[in-house]
């Protein structure tokens, strides 16, 4: 668990996940040099319209820029 101001660093490569509890949360994110992640963002916030999400679409978005989901 972690509290607010938390710093939380997670090395490229490994496999991560967040969940937030009942409250809900809110999450800063940065990445480093060679990233895909701020085009990833642009194009899940182009393609994905607002409310609950199509799972299948976010994922398939965000494997065109590189991520992979372990479920």
């Known amino acids: 668990m972690c509290v607010a101001g938390t710093f939380v660093h997670v090395p490229a490569g490994v496999v991560h996940a967040f969940n937030y509890g009942p409250g809900g949360g809110e999450m800063l994110e940065i990445t480093g040099m060679g990233s895909k992640a701020i085009q990833m963002f642009t194009a899940l916030d182009r393609e994905i319209p ?20 372990h479920i």
């Open 50 to 69: 607002p409310g609950p999400p199509d799972v299948q679409k976010v994922v398939q978005v965000a494997g065109e820029h590189g991520v992979t989901f």
